[in-house]
Every structure is written in structure tokens, then in C-alpha cells.
């Protein structure tokens, strides 16, 4: 039975932001599955049809594309670890998503990426580039009147995108900037951002006596239990009742613009559960929360219109609500309508994000936009509840054998200096050795620095695209210290490290 509700917040779907709960869930380490492990993974119920429904498959067609993703994402994390800082995006193609498509600024590594089985193809930009671009137009487009509402970074191709209702207007003040033009495309659209009001993932709550939002994901906090929602569902301190309008819970934070996220703290009438409702009665279990490559199939849940599914289409996308600005959204061309805010997004059995805003409606069709779960988490010090319950932390990997360890979680753009934010003193001329480890399909960056007397030099990097990172290096005595950045992803880390 459908779950429409009479109760709206009297928002307009244009592009809007759409609130969620979160299941706790325990993010666990983006590793390479074996054989075994991919075949244990099944199509949680309901989603095979709703992909038959949403992207015009045949059931067979549904399954052979989800059993493709499982494949192929593993072997994407490995193309992207070997090509570095070439690497230029990644991306499913064909109904089934039976090939995966990865970007790379070099022709001379073609050869490597056929031998992974996947199809090469050379741009001109590395994603790292493109990035870069990104936050340079943000900046430019945020004094121009005809600025697109929506951007992101278009990897296939190759371009930041900008959407925008006045196109020429759009392009001239990009122009008028001194921006690379070659490098922005500016695409015509009608999407104009706007918020949706309206413990199981995608079932209602409500703040206060007409708004209502949508459950995310389960979450802890210590022993403290809740859920993660959007943030421009309610402020800190305000009061939900549950889809039964018993009291359930308080808003402990939220953040809003700048990101859309915010978690509810539970009474002991409500136990969190690794679940999302999948509109038909049954659910679909969360089992983590690795991060599906672009292309890949995605449904969402919410307490309007139920589930609906589609694929993955950009990340890092860019949101001007009347409100303000939200950054690193993920677009998709899965439906929503008001009061599915905050609603889950995941793909197969893994967590995805909270649904923050959308275009669009479920019987014309449209595009909606969730906030990736790993950044909710971290900020609020949370775990996602997941069927595997509470796994042990990641795990030193390849970064045996170091003297000295220590552990961390990092958001995408953050940084810390190790150890412990202080330094460490070297007595002898030797060599400084440091490994670093995180999960799979994230972007971490290492560096090594030696204090001067005055400031911090740094003696050796290690940047290149990928989840590990080691430096060796030769030098005398003194005081060193290392700094770990997260340039792209969300991960637990380890650092292994060793000193004269």
C-alpha cells in the first residue's frame, strides 16, 4: 500500500532538498571481493522490479546489471590505484552495465587498463583537474546573477557542468570571468533547487504538527541511538514524533546550507534497525557503506512515493537553493517529491546517502540529489548500523612491520598532522619511512615535514591518486611530522611509521 500522506510542508518540486534518517552503520574498508563474497550478494527485495519499473529492464536485464556492478567495482578501485593522478573518472555504460568505461590522460596506459578488462578512453583533464575547476567557477558564479543553480563534474565529458535556465547569459559571465571555456559546459535546464518538507530507512517522521520528513539510516553514537535526516528538516532541539506520531526523538544537530545533514538522538521506545523500507512491505538490509562508481543502479526511499530507482549520474555536484549553497551532492535521475526528504539512498546493500533535494516528480519523471552518508558520519562521530553489526576498525593492510601507529577518519579536503597532532624527534641521520592505508576508491595523500627553525618544509610527498601511500626518506636529526589529507573520499585511515 502506498504511503502517501495528506501532510505537506508546502514546498515546490524544482530542485529540492530532501530529508532522510540514517541507519547506524558501521563504514567498513572498500576491499577487492572475492568470487565468493560477490556471489553472496543478492538483489534485496523489491529492487529488481523497481529497476524494471524505473530504467525499462527486463528482470533478467535488472539482474545482469547488478551482478556487472558487483564485478566490475573492485577492478575499478584497481585501475584508479595503478593509473594515479592520469586517472580522469570512471563510468558504467550499456543498460546492463556490462562495460566499465575509465578515464585516463595518457595513452600509454591504455595497455594496462585492457588487460583489467575495462575500456580506456583519453581525456584531456584528470579528475583532480577537474575539481580544481570546480571550485573555481563556485567561486566565480557566486557574483554572477544568471549563475547556474546546479554544478558538477561531468566525467565523461570531461567538463564541469553547468546548468542553467539563461545558457547564454551563463556563458558570457564565464567568459567575462577568464574562465578555461574549453573546460566548462553550460547545459540548458529548467531544475531549480528547492527544499522538500513533508527506524527502519524511507518511513515518515514528523517535527512538529505539518512537517514531515523521511528516515535515512539507522545510526549510534556511544550508546546513544538514532537516525540521520537532512538538515533543512529541523534545527537543534527541535522535537520528532514518529510515522505513528509517538514521541520519538530530539534533533542533536544540523547543518544547513553548506551541506544538508543533520541526526536525531531516539528514546528507548525505538530500535535502530539495518533496514530500509522498499515500498511493498519488505525491506532491504544495509550491509555498509562503499561508494558506488558513476553509472552504477541506485534506489531511494522516502515516505511519499515510496521506492523508486535509477543510476548514479555525477558527483560533486553543487546546489543553490533560495536558502543558500550545498556542495558535494550526488546526482541522480531517481524521482522524489516533497516529504521525501532525508529519505535512503543505496545501492544493492550498501548505504549511499540522505536525500537532500530534487526536480521533477514521480509521474513526469526527474532528477533528485542525496548527501553521501561517509561526511554525516564523520562529522557527528556516528556509526551506521549495518547487518554485520560493529566490524573491527580497518584493518594495517600492506602497512606491517612500522614501529610507531596510529588511526584516524578523514572527510573529503580534510587533513591532520600525525602524531597526534604534534611531531616526533629523530636523534640520528636515517631514513624516515611512513605507510599509509584507506579504503579502496578514496584519495589519500601522504607528506613528510622537518621543522626549520622558523616554519614546517616538506621533504617528501606522496600524492598520486589512491587509497595507500608510502614515502621513504633520508635525512638528519631533528623534528619531523607527517601530514595525512584526504583529497577525495570519506575513510578510516592507518599510518605506520618509523624513525631514526
Known amino acids: 500500500m502506498s504511503r502517501r500522506h495528506a501532510i505537506t510542508t508546502g514546498c515546490v518540486l524544482a530542485i529540492t532538498a530532501l530529508a532522510l534518517t540514517a541507519a547506524p552503520v558501521v563504514a567498513q574498508p572498500r576491499r577487492a571481493e572475492t568470487p565468493e563474497a560477490a556471489a553472496v550478494r543478492r538483489a534485496p527485495p523489491g529492487m529488481i522490479e523497481a529497476l524494471q519499473r524505473d530504467l525499462g529492464l527486463t528482470g533478467e536485464q535488472a539482474e545482469e546489471r547488478l ?13 584508479r590505484e595503478q593509473i594515479g593522478d592520469r586517472f580522469g573518472g570512471a563510468w558504467y555504460a550499456g543498460i546492463t552495465a556490462r562495460t566499465l568505461v575509465v578515464a585516463t590522460t595518457s595513452a600509454a596506459d591504455i595497455p594496462r587498463l585492457t588487460a583489467l578488462g575495462v575500456r580506456a578512453e583519453v581525456v584531456n583533464r584528470s579528475l583532480k583537474e577537474l575539481q580544481v575547476i570546480k571550485k573555481e567557477l563556485e567561486v566565480t558564479l557566486a557574483t554572477r546573477p544568471h549563475a547556474g543553480r546546479v554544478r558538477y563534474v561531468d566525467v565523461r565529458n570531461n567538463k564541469v557542468a553547468v546548468l542553467s535556465s539563461e545558457s547564454e547569459a551563463t556563458e558570457h559571465g564565464i567568459e567575462a570571468a577568464g574562465m578555461d571555456t574549453e573546460a566548462v559546459r553550460v547545459v540548458p535546464s529548467k531544475e531549480l533547487p528547492r527544499l522538500l518538507h513533508d527506524l527502519v530507512g524511507g518511513t515518515p517522521y514528523y517535527v512538529g504538527v505539518t512537517s514531515r520528513c523521511s528516515v535515512g539510516f539507522s545510526v549510534t553514537r556511544g550508546t ?55 515500498g511493498t512491505g519488505g525491506a532491504v538490509t544495509v550491509a555498509g557503506s562503499k561508494e558506488a562508481i558513476e553509472g552504477a543502479s541506485v534506489c531511494r526511499s522516502g515516505s511519499t512515493t515510496d521506492w523508486h ?79 554485520a553489526g560493529n566490524p573491527p576498525p580497518l584493518s594495517t593492510g600492506a602497512c606491517t612491520g612500522y614501529a610507531q601507529t596510529v588511526t584516524g577518519t578523514l572527510n573529503s579536503e580534510q587533513s591532520v598532522y600525525q602524531p597526534n597532532n604534534r611531531y616526533y624527534r629523530a636523534t640520528a641521520v636515517g631514513v624516515h619511512a611512513g605507510c599509509l592505508d584507506a579504503y579502496e576508491g578514496v584519495d589519500f595523500d601522504l607528506y613528510l615535514q622537518k621543522w626549520n627553525g622558523r616554519g614546517w618544509d616538506t621533504v617528501a610527498t606522496a600524492d598520486g591518486l589512491g587509497a595507500h601511500k608510502k614515502i621513504s626518506y633520508t635525512g638528519p636529526s631533528g623534528y619531523y611530522r607527517y601530514r595525512v589529507l584526504s583529497s577525495s573520499g570519506f575513510s578510516p585511515y592507518v599510518l605506520g611509521y618509523k624513525s631514526p
Open 67 to 79: 551482478a556487472n556492478e558487483i564485478r566490475l567495482a573492485p577492478i575499478e578501485a584497481q585501475a
Open 224 to 278: 546513544q541511538n538514532g537516525f540521520v535526516s537532512a538538515g533543512h528538516c529541523g534545527k537543534v532541539g527541535s522535537a520528532t514524533t514518529g510515522f505513528n506520531r509517538v514521541a520519538q526523538g530530539v534533533f542533536q544537530a544540523s547543518n544547513f546550507p553548506d551541506s544538508d545533514f543533520g541526526w536525531v538522538a531516539v528514546n528507548a521506545d525505538w530500535t535502530p534497525k539495518p533496514l530500509v523500507d522498499n
Open 309 to 387: 530507482c535509477g543510476t548514479i549520474q555525477q558527483r560533486n555536484a553543487s546546489i543553490t537553493y533560495p536558502q543558500g549553497t550545498v556542495s558535494e551532492l550526488v546526482r541522480t535521475n531517481v524521482c522524489a517529491e516533497p516529504g521525501d526528504s532525508g529519505g535512503s539512498f543505496i545501492s544493492i546493500d550498501q548505504a549511499q546517502g540522505v536525500t537532500s533535494g530534487g526536480s521533477g516528480d514521480c509521474t513526469a519523471g526527474g532528477v533528485t540529489y542525496f548527501q553521501p552518508i561517509g561526511e554525516i558520519l564523520t562529522t557527528y562521530g556516528l556509526t551506521l548500523v549495518t547487518t
